[in-house]
């Protein structure tokens, strides 16, 4: 069925959380547009920090977003805000277990008048694309993101068909569900900059949410009455070309390096982060630094996202299952390992 419509903690924890603090005057474009695009999603969603800061990341870096968490949360609420904020297309497409590659690119046909083949694109040509519980489907309907996600265009019968940019992925999955579902292959996981995992809200969020949408008020109405449009899709192509300017000194450069190899021999994990991690690390560090006014990236700006980029990538041995350790503990502990870099 589809849809159309317009903590990390390691040896820089502190200074970490001080930088993501909204509270900080903006001193270029970037900065001020992260803060007016965070203002407006708060008036329509509540709380889930790390799911704004790294949504908003992996879009001004080019990346898109695993989601993972039960449902209720306001994934879709999310999006469409987000959709409304940026002045973007929204699209959603509910994953089944019978839903087809061609139900997701579109596929050729017969034009009764010409008697001629056309192509008729599918929803995911769209800006910001909701896929929602991705793992319902098998892998050969995963497959059809694939090129979408790493080029931007849908190859049919030999014909490439450029998606719109912006274009964001932010697909979900239930975690405490098994029956019915599929385990993304690694290929497909990779694609993706970031995994965030979405929690139940605080007591104080949660009165907020139950306050704010018990009237039975139509999200349409409002999102067009609460919410302001506070950029464009250009502009935010203009911003992924300035973010992309950010400096990296090479001792920063040689750190990620260092987190990422320290992946591939830490003794929890059965299976390392790749060097598309690094280029995730690389390319979030300097939109965060951009969002905090900065022209350069610090060792901060990779603890900050450094779990939200490994989390996905790494896989623990049978061992650590067995002894009870998480993926985030392990990556914790990893970071805590790696020098950080004087500057």
Known sequence: MTESSS????PATDASVANSSLAAVP???????YTRISREIGKVFVGQDE??????????SGGHLLIESVPGLGKTLFVRTL????????????????LMPSDITGAPILDMKTQEFRFRSGPVFTQFLLADEINRSPAKTHAALLEIMQEYRVTIDGTSHPVPRPFLVMATQNPIESEGTYSLPEAQLDRFMFKAVVNYPTEEEESRVLEMHSRQIDLNQMLQRDVAQVTSAEEIQEMIQKNAEVRTEPKLISYINRIVRATRDWPAFHLGASPRAGIA???GARTLA???????AVPDDVVEIAIPALRHRVVLNAEAEVEGSSVDQE???LLRSVEVPRQ
């Open 281 to 283: 690390l690389v390319q």
């Open 290 to 296: 951009a969002f905090q006014g900065r022209n350069y």
């Open 83 to 98: 959709g409304k904020v940026l002045g973007c297309q929204f699209g959603r497409i509910q994953f089944t277990a019978d």
């Open 331 to 333: 990556l914790k502990q």
């Open 27 to 33: 001193t270029n474009a970037a900065a001020g547009l």
């Open 51 to 60: 799911l704004v800061l790294t949504t908003l990341t992996a879009l001004f």
């Open 7 to 10: 903590n990390a903690t390691g």
